[in-house]
């Protein structure tokens, strides 16, 4: 499936939103979910295949050093209406890949992706909401929030670089939002484990969504599991990336990792 952009927005120093439209997105079929992603497919220059592609079919029949770079992005929106499909891209300033082709998109120029897919949203029947994470973690984040009832409570704790990073976050439900700022050092590493463990949790059992960089998700996993007595079935956690890790070094590791951190939480 492709896209064409539309139009981008450049939201924060740190992030580009990008609105695809065209090409096959009156076939897309979104799920009911606020996680929603796609897997998208950038070509490498001077790729003998043309710019729209089939993945499987080019890794079945071009030479590896041909094959697409994956990434997966959340679907910040999908407006079935006008069959626009909106996603926010976190950029570096080493323009990794996506970074790259973010900064760079134009009107008419196609993305290529599978999916979307995705497994998560808020439930009614849950007491609370708490969502928790940094920039990656901001569309599901936001999507999740505006698909909550008037009636309902989300507590959320965001790590992004400073003031400037920070994008509107609004709710029916009555909303505890704070934006942690990093600092440049060892501190950053520990700032969304202190915030959560500072949440006053009160009655009933939240249902947690914490998604970003992998080692801070992990650890306020076990904190949630081992100090608040919250269970597995009660989160909804995915490390997005690493901390001194390319994408293509996190991603060669990411499964080994995950294991890891799910064997950690049946061991607890």
């Known amino acids: 499936m492709h896209g064409r952009v539309a139009r981008t927005e450049r939201l924060t120093p740190g992030m580009v939103r990008v609105v695809l439209h065209g090409g096959d997105l009156e076939d897309l079929v979104m799920p009911d979910a606020t996680d929603a992603y796609v897997n998208a497919a950038f070509r490498p220059a001077g790729a003998s295949y043309d710019e729209v592609f089939d993945p499987k ?25 006008s069959s626009e499909l909106t996603l926010d891209f976190v950029v570096h300033a080493d323009e990794g890949v996506a970074s790259g082709w ?19 949203r808020p439930s009614a029947a849950s007491a609370w909401h708490l969502l928790v994470g940094d920039e990656s973690a901001l569309p599901a984040i ?3 929030l505006e698909s909550l009832s008037p009636a309902g409570r989300a507590v959320v704790r965001v790590v992004c670089d400073g003031p400037e990073y920070q994008v509107d976050l609004e709710s029916p439900a009555d909303l505890d939002l704070r934006w942690l700022h990093r600092h440049g050092d060892e501190r950053d590493e520990s700032l969304l484990l202190a915030a959560v463990e500072a ?65 950690e939480a049946l061991a607890s």
């Open 199 to 263: 949440v006053e949790f009160g009655d009933g059992r939240p249902f947690g969504f914490v998604h970003g960089e992998a080692d801070e998700i992990r650890a306020v996993r076990r904190h949630l599991l081992q100090e608040r007595g919250l269970t597995r079935r009660d989160l909804s956690c995915s490390p997005y990336w690493r901390r001194t890790m390319t994408d293509e070094a996190w991603r060669r590791i990411k499964r080994e990792y995950v294991a890891a951190m799910e064997a």
């Open 102 to 120: 973010a900064l760079n998109a134009r009107p008419g120029d196609p993305l290529v992706f599978e999916g979307p897919n995705g497994g998560y």
């Open 142 to 144: 936001a999507a999740s």
């Open 57 to 81: 079919a080019v890794r079945e029949t071009a030479p590896q050093g041909e094959w697409p770079a994956r990434r997966r992005f959340t679907v910040r929106t999908w407006d079935a209406g």
